[in-house]
């Protein structure tokens, strides 16, 4: 049994498009569920709380990577420090404070914005360009993603009013797109050391933070709800996914991946239809095929490419 589990867990981190669609399922929900706490729980607190359970969780599976890797992270302490900076402190805080002040389907539309961030990032760092291909699929998805925000109706873009919670998540977008483009300078760290090592030193620069949060009159509420909602974030959105996206930027890099950012608008949607009883109409097809579309445009291998990895 522990045999076949281990085979299929090998053959599931061999297909990274299947890892980068589940890590948009997951994102999605966290953003959905980030919504429904605010109020229960404080922005940064819950960032905290996230990555806190989140690295109890994988301490006695991942501690061995991690006293092993310990002399890299040593040596690499301060790109390390930049990815938890990044990838676990600032972008979880400042996403989850942004939903305090807008909906969640906004925060799904400024998701859609992340391939452009990233790929802006690897042109910034790297001069890394886009090819003609990948620019065609990510405008492609961005359609989709617009049909689905706006109801197929161009009116509903006039009540799209921009508040401080959709800057706050755009920043918090510019710092993951950051993150995913240093991930091609990440340290030969195995994969349980690296996620281990970020969470710890996330934590560390969100506690200070968390602190003055609570001093200043925050408070937890805690519920049934908010109990279950912090178990989801903790596991699926967190330790899961991230470990998925950073072994398919491992597979195929951040300008491939990137384009499956505008599946989380698609799987909000349905999200909201199957959780919170809204209908299905026509636009929620017309926007999932262009998504679809766009995101097999942008990944797809030219034919040079595969006859070079067939050689």
């Not at 498009?17 to 919504?35: C, D, E, H, K, P």
């Not at 690499?76 to 990044?86: D, E, R």
């Not at 755009?170 to 969470?199: E, Q």
């Not at 072994?247 to 239809?273: C, K, Q, T």
Request: cysteine-free; overall charge positive; aromatic content about 10%.
């Amino acid at each position: 049994m522990i045999e076949a589990l281990r085979r299929a867990g090998t053959a599931l981190f061999a297909r990274p498009y299947l890892l980068l669609t589940l890590t948009s399922l997951f994102w999605a929900g966290n953003i959905v569920v980030g919504r429904l706490l605010a109020g229960d729980i404080p922005p940064v607190t819950l960032a905290l709380l996230r990555w806190t359970g989140a690295g109890l969780i994988a301490l006695p599976f991942a501690w061995r990577s991690l006293v092993a890797d310990l002399p890299l992270v040593r040596r690499h302490w301060k790109i390390m420090v930049l990815f938890s900076a990044t990838g676990i402190g600032g972008y979880n805080a400042l996403a989850y404070w942004g939903l305090n002040y807008t909906q969640a389907l906004n925060a799904l539309l400024v998701q859609s914005t992340g391939p452009l961030l990233i790929a802006l990032w690897g042109l910034v760092l790297w001069r890394e360009t886009l090819s003609l291909r990948q620019l065609l699929g990510i405008l492609t998805s961005l359609v989709g993603v617009a049909i689905i925000i706006l109801r197929g109706d161009p009116v509903h873009l006039a009540e799209l009013k921009l508040n401080p919670g959709d800057i706050l998540t755009f920043m918090a977008l510019v710092l993951y797109g950051l993150y995913a483009a240093l991930l091609r300078k990440r340290p030969p760290l195995s994969n349980g050391g690296f996620l281990l090592s970020t969470i710890f030193g996330g934590i560390v620069l969100l506690l200070p933070f968390a602190l003055l949060e609570l001093a200043s009159g925050a408070r937890i509420h805690v519920n049934s709800t908010s109990v279950l909602a912090m178990l989801y974030i903790t596991l699926f959105p967190s330790l899961i996914a991230y470990l998925f996206f950073m072994r398919s930027v491992e597979l195929v890099g951040a300008n491939r991946a990137s384009p499956f950012f505008h599946l989380m608008p698609v799987f909000g949607s349905v999200i909201a239809i199957l959780w919170l009883g809204e209908q299905a109409e026509w636009f929620h097809a017309a926007g999932f095929a262009l998504v679809l579309a766009g995101v097999f445009v942008a990944t797809r291998r030219s034919r040079d490419q595969e006859q070079h990895l067939s050689t």
